[in-house]
């Protein structure tokens, strides 16, 4: 029984851990959401009209990571000759960032504007990086 309540002492404290994280990068992401992105994606992720894209209700949002790590650091570039995509403004690169920040910002994305996908660990970024070269 003391076993018992051992491990399961250890398993909350591994799982309020991990929630803490998860936390604390969708917090970073919402703050670099709003120096990066937030100019032409708009506070409410609803983005410009013929302008700049939506976040709201996006399949790339909700979609593939390596993708979103693409186009976060390619721009508008990512899309290639993608015809579904008519926006008059051109998504900037922002090779600058680094993989946690952008972590975070796809984290806070996939999780915010109505949106509900799972989060993006740095792993998965350097990951999506190394398939890109």
Do not use: W
Not at 50 to 69: Q, T
Not at 108 to 129: D, L, P, Q
């Amino acid at each position: 029984m003391r076993i018992a309540c051992v491990i399961l002492s250890l398993m909350t404290i591994i799982v309020l851990i991990s929630c803490g994280g998860n936390q604390q990068s969708k917090e970073n992401g919402k703050k670099l959401y709003a120096t990066y992105c937030q100019g032409c994606h708009m506070e409410d992720g609803k983005g410009v009209p013929g302008m700049n894209a939506p976040l709201v209700g996006s399949s790339y949002v909700a979609g593939d990571k390596d993708k979103l790590v693409h186009i976060i650091v390619q721009g508008s570039a990512a899309f290639g000759n993608d015809p579904s995509r008519h926006y008059r403004n051109a998504m900037a690169a922002t090779p600058g960032l680094t993989d946690e920040e952008i972590a975070d910002i796809l984290t806070y994305v996939r999780s915010s504007f109505g949106n509900s996908a799972s989060e993006v660990t740095i792993g998965e970024v350097k990951s999506a990086k190394e398939k890109q070269n």
